[in-house]
């Protein structure tokens, strides 16, 4: 635990934020989250159940610094039970605060549990979100950022300001809803979100045909002239991969869920189910107000004019208000577009980050393989029920959370380690409880191929993986000869386009029960995940920290 220092502020507010400064300059952050249903906070004005913090839809932002501690004291103001996962934070030695169905149990109604984890060693933009029971599609979700320590330089000059941006689909009907009807094989109801909201705000200058209500508020970010902002754009949403673009405006992609890459120069910007980046923009144009647009991907928006999310780029002596059309972005149905500007994300080899040393000294350009998984996603009938399956096996989730079973029997009698196949499809499908081994400090590749006809979108908790290929059709040894094994970016989601596979390695030295899954929530939901246990035998509390003083028990 950090050493507590001198300093101390207080700001007041809806949330109370006490930071203590530390000797060695990471510091201890403490949160008191208050969650509940806040009907003021709905963003279209539907009567619909909207999980707030602090009253506030999104929640607070989280805003560390590297190897920073936070302790967030959740009190669960729902009706029924709840957790929060960091998305990307990479838990070091710790997964007992990962917060997913699998790391820890639920905090009850009523209930408070603290959660108290460090941002060891990582820079970047994040988010968080409530993980369990469908309830991301409600909200209770917000941005973290983990700064840079003052002694390492940003590889770029300091914007004028940052702004979080978190962009994603949104229901109009209640989670509650949505979530029953999902696992029904026979129902129209695909589940199709119905808009896409900006910050927790519905598209600017589109009163929904259903709201009669006032105007419904939209977004707005204030620029001036001359300057350079940095936009930290997540999406949170439940399905939709968006094209994030700015009128007239480009941007620099600088940074992605806490790595730097090579800067590059884009109109428009692909953000996937889960994932984060950053990007500069400078207000160079006539100052007037521009639209902010984010609109799906393998989607006609001609078939639903609601899904486009817009925003607002105020300029301070803005002389007119929006107006032009929308900003055209490329062909969603375009996978050249999408999978070239993806590989084209490539890491900055010679710039610090959380660590002086450049973020290329640690390279995949020479490692030895120690395990493959080939995992192929679909979808199937499971005893009546629709469920997501990865190699024909759709997760299980146990009473007991596997961390808690691993810790007090071993594993005994919830899971069965083995039984999952990594590298072949199940001959029939199956529910099972999926854990499978990952070699300790050794290197795992992982393909994902994806058999259904969205961008799935994959996330791996505890660890950062290196993005070493995008391909269409099938997957075999000899794909590898076309690998980028020079600059891949490291990041924690990855996209798997339609009908193709995407690769990543990961070097598993963080020992811990981790969650591989879908970022699409109805995919998730539904067993596309599975856990990888890295275990390391050491009893030493510095290789692997023992479970938290106020450990919750279930099951
Ligand atoms: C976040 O923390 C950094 C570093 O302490 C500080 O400079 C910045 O003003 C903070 N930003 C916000 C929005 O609180
Ligand atoms: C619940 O909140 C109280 C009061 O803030 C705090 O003292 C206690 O440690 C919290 N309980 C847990 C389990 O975090
Ligand atoms: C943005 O600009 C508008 C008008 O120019 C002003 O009313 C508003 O307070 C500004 N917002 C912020 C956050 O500065
Ligand atoms: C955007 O740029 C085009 C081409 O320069 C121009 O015709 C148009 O008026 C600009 N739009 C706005 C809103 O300034
Ligand atoms: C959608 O509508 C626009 C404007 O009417 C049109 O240019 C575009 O081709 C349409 N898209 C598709 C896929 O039909
Ligand atoms: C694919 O897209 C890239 C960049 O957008 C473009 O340069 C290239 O010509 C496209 N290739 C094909 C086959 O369309
Ligand atoms: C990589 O980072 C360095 C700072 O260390 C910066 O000077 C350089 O421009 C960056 N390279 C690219 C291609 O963005
Ligand atoms: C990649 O790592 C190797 C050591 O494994 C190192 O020799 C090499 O310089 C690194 N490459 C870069 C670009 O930093
Ligand atoms: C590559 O790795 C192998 C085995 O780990 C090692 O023997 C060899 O020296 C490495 N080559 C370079 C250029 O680092
Ligand atoms: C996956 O399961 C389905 C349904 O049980 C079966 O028809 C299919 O053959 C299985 N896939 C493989 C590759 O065995």
């Not at 990471?26 to 208050?34: Q, R, V």
């Not at 009163?207 to 936009?231: A, D």
């Not at 084209?344 to 973020?359: V, Y």
């Not at 979108?457 to 075999?476: K, P, Q």
């Amino acid at each position: 635990m950090a050493f507590l220092g001198h300093l101390r502020w207080w700001i007041l507010g809806a949330a109370i934020v006490v930071i203590l400064c530390t000797g060695a300059g990471a510091i201890d952050i403490f949160l008191e989250w208050h969650v509940a249903f806040n009907p003021t906070a709905q963003p279209l004005n539907l009567e619909q159940p909207v999980i707030t913090i602090n009253g506030k839809f999104p929640g607070p932002l989280i805003n560390a610094t590297t190897n920073d501690f936070v302790h967030v004291n959740v009190f669960n103001g729902l009706d029924e039970p709840l957790l929060f996962t960091w998305n990307g934070i990479q838990q070091r030695l710790n997964s007992w605060q990962d917060g997913v169905s699998g790391t820890n149990c639920p905090i009850l109604p009523g209930t408070n549990w603290t959660y108290v984890f460090q941002t060891k060693d990582q820079i970047g933009t994040f988010f968080y979100f409530p993980s369990i029971n469908f309830q991301k599609a409600a909200g209770g979700y917000g941005a973290i950022r983990v700064n840079n320590r003052i002694v390492i330089n940003v590889p770029f000059p300091k914007p004028k300001a940052e702004y979080d941006l978190l962009i994603g689909d949104w229901y109009y009907d209640s989670y509650k809803l949505i979530r029953s009807l999902m696992s029904y094989p026979d129902v129209a109801y695909h589940g199709v979100p119905d808009t896409i909201l900006m910050n927790g705000k519905g598209p600017y200058g589109r009163p929904l045909s259903i709201s009669y209500e006032s105007l419904i508020s939209y977004e707005s970010f204030n620029v001036t002239k001359g300057k350079t902002y940095r936009f930290r754009i997540s999406n949170i949403g439940t399905t939709f991969s968006l094209n994030f673009r700015i009128q007239n405006h480009s941007m620099v992609i600088v940074e992605t869920e806490g790595s730097y890459t090579n800067q590059i120069t884009v109109d428009s910007l692909d953000v996937h189910v889960g994932q984060s980046y950053s990007v500069l923009v400078t207000a160079d144009q006539d100052e007037k107000d521009y639209y902010m647009v984010a609109t799906p991907k393998m989607f006609d928006v001609n078939d639903s004019i609601s899904l486009v999310g817009i925003g607002v780029l105020h300029y301070s002596n803005s002389v007119s208000q929006v107006g032009g059309p929308l900003p055209a972005g490329p062909d969603p149905f375009d996978s050249n577009f999408t999978v070239t500007q993806a590989r084209s994300i490539r890491w900055n080899l010679t710039t610090g980050a959380a660590r002086p040393n450049p973020q290329g000294t640690f390279n995949v350009s020479n490692v030895t393989l120690a395990q493959t998984f080939v995992l192929q996603n679909s979808v199937a009938e499971i005893e009546g029920s629709a469920r997501y399956v990865v190699n024909n096996v759709s997760h299980y989730t146990p009473n007991t959370p596997l961390k808690l079973a691993d810790y007090f029997r071993n594993g005994l009698g919830v899971y069965q380690l083995g039984a999952f196949p990594t590298r072949s499809v199940n001959k029939d499908v199956a529910y099972r409880v999926s854990v499978v081994s990952g070699i300790h400090k050794g290197w795992l590749e992982i393909v994902f191929k994806n058999n259904l006809d969205i961008t799935d979108s994959w996330h791996l908790d505890g660890f950062g993986f290196y993005v070493v290929g995008f391909g269409f059709g099938d997957w075999d040894e000899s794909a590898r000869a076309s690998y980028n094994l020079h600059d891949p970016v490291v990041r924690s989601t990855t996209q798997v386009y339609p009908g193709g596979w995407t690769a990543v390695y990961a070097f598993l030295d963080n020992p811990g029960m981790w969650n591989l899954r879908s970022q699409h929530l109805r995919n998730w939901y539904l067993g596309e995940e599975l856990y990888i246990r890295v275990y390391d035998p050491d009893p030493n509390p510095t290789k692997e920290q023992p479970p938290p003083d106020n450990l919750l028990l279930c099951g």
